[in-house]
Nanobody, 125 residues
Framework: QVQLVESGGGLVQAGGSLRLSCAAS????????MGWFRQAPGKEREFVVA????????YYADSVKGRFTISRDNAKNTVYLQMNSLKPEDTAVYYC??????????????????WGQGTQVTVSS
């Protein structure tokens, strides 16, 4: 089992920044892909970005490219999501997720077996 705990959400004005953290514990392994998803009210959960623990590989949704940056600290088993130039449409509950493997191309939520509890991000206009 892998446990994921997110932190860092909050309220920010449009154009502002936030950094989310996801701490992993339990049966963590280098052969995992970590991802961030988000879900706005009334909408389906959507992929934001993924990173491989073991290789220098990331994959971003077009909607966040150039604004969001994912990074990891292997020693701390923590993944970060730096969100800049936030827009009101970025408002959602953000979830950290994990799945086995190394390739970051798989972005469907159904591929990820482990999820955090979510953290609210609200961007005011």
């Amino acid at each position: 089992q892998v446990q994921l705990v997110e932190s860092g959400g909050g309220l920010v004005q449009a154009g502002g920044s936030l950094r989310l953290s996801c701490a992993a514990s339990g049966r963590t392994s280098s052969t995992y892909v970590m991802g961030w998803f988000r879900q706005a009210p009334g909408k389906e959960r959507e992929f934001v970005v993924a990173i491989s623990w073991s290789v220098d590989s990331t994959y971003y949704a077009d909607s966040v490219k150039g604004r969001f940056t994912i990074s990891r600290d292997n020693a701390k088993n923590t993944v970060y999501l730096q969100m800049n130039s936030l827009k009101p449409e970025d408002t959602a509950v953000y979830y950290c997720a994990a799945r086995r493997g190394e390739g970051v191309a798989g972005t469907s939520p159904s591929l990820f077996g482990y999820w955090g509890q979510g953290t609210q991000v609200t961007v005011s206009s």
